[in-house]
């Protein structure tokens, strides 16, 4: 399994951006799907985006297209998440993930993916 390490979050007001990083251990990085997921107090973890090995292909959920954006840079073994016009809804725990399938269902799902980072708190201010 990778190891993988979230950094990036913090505290800003609505309306302002964030860039989230998820360094990952090993040689292996460019063979891993990516993703990022979010799990707020009370609710279950969501899916937030995801990349594909290669990042020729890139999914969102429906609630950040638009605002966020996903990439991967494999020389460095790291994933990004650039967050725009951040809303106080977006405030919660964010994950990074790493998988060995990129199917439609797997690529949303928590149950697509094998190793997990230990979050990054994202909290908007109104």
């Known amino acids: 399994q990778v190891q993988l390490v979230e950094s990036g979050g913090g505290l800003v007001l609505a309306g302002g951006s964030l860039r989230l990083s998820c360094a990952a251990s090993?040689?292996?990085?460019?063979?891993?799907?990516m993703g990022w997921f979010r799990q707020a107090p009370g609710k279950e973890r969501e899916f937030v985006a995801a990349?594909?090995?290669?990042?020729?292909?890139?999914y969102y959920a429906d609630s950040v297209k638009g605002r966020f954006t996903i990439s991967r840079d494999n020389a460095k073994n790291t994933v990004y998440l650039q967050m725009n016009s951040l809303k106080p809804e977006d405030t919660a725990l964010y994950y990074c993930?790493?998988?060995?399938?990129?199917?439609?269902?797997?690529?949303?799902?928590?149950?697509?993916?094998?190793?997990w980072g230990q979050g990054t708190q994202v909290t908007v201010s109104s």
């Open positions: 993930a790493a998988g060995t399938l990129w199917t439609p269902v797997l690529r949303t799902t928590a149950q697509g993916y094998d190793s």
């Open positions: 090993g040689r292996t990085f460019s063979t891993y799907v």
């Open positions: 990349i594909s090995r290669s990042s020729a292909s890139i």
